[in-house]
């Protein structure tokens, strides 16, 4: 992602994401529940920068980081 040019990562989400990884380091064990998100919200323009790390996985094909997806679909292992 770090390669990536600027069309395919923005600025912005590269910003985004040590806050998104800083606010599991202090809401340790919560996921993402709402608490999580209150405080990933504070950030400026949360809501789209959410939405594009939310649906990266899309844009480089990476099926290990689709929700909807359990590690054996994944791995194809039965």
Same mark, same amino acid.
């Not at 359990?70 to 039965?78: D, E, F, L, M, R």
């Given at each position: 992602?770090v390669a /990536? $040019?600027?069309?395919?990562? *923005?600025?912005?989400?590269?910003?985004f994401l040590?806050? %998104?990884?800083?606010?599991?380091? &202090?809401?340790?064990?919560?996921?993402?529940?709402?608490?999580?998100?209150?405080?990933? /919200? $504070?950030?400026?323009?949360? *809501?789209?920068?959410?939405?594009?790390?939310?649906?990266? %996985?899309?844009?480089?094909?990476? &099926?290990?980081?689709?929700?909807d997806l359990?590690?054996?679909?994944?791995?194809?292992?039965?």
């Open positions: 992602m /990536s $040019t600027h069309t395919q990562i *923005t600025d912005e989400l590269l910003q040590p806050w %998104h990884e800083l606010s599991h380091h &202090l809401l340790p064990g919560r996921r993402h529940d709402a608490e999580f998100r209150r405080l990933e /919200s $504070t950030w400026p323009d949360f *809501t789209r920068l959410d939405y594009e790390l939310d649906t990266l %996985h899309q844009r480089f094909d990476l &099926l290990w980081l689709d929700k359990v590690p054996a679909q994944v791995t194809n292992q039965p």
